[in-house]
């Protein structure tokens, strides 16, 4: 009998994930460090929303441009 094979464990550490990226990867990094089970474009367009309907934008922007300066790529 066969086996399924292992579900890729999640990171231990958040890192920009730049396979995955269309800008630096952070949002592919959080996804893939907290969130393995969400999918990657629904997860983009929830930051996006949630930066449009809350006015959060600048800081959001803000804090992607600090992350993308300060994680590692993976």
């Known amino acids: ?5 292992l579900p890729e464990r999640p990171a231990t550490e ?7 990226k269309m800008l630096a990867g952070v ?6 460090r907290y969130l ?7 997860l983009r367009v929830l930051v996006v929303l949630l930066g449009i ?3 959060a934008a600048p800081f959001l922007m803000v804090a ?11």
């Open 36 to 42: 393995p089970q969400t999918d990657l474009t629904l």
């Open 14 to 20: 958040f890192r920009r994930d730049e396979s995955r």
């Open 53 to 55: 309907m809350t006015g």
């Open 64 to 74: 992607y441009v600090l992350l993308w300066i300060l994680a590692p790529a993976a």
């Open 1 to 5: 009998m066969k086996r399924d094979p």
């Open 27 to 32: 949002v592919a990094g959080l996804q893939r």
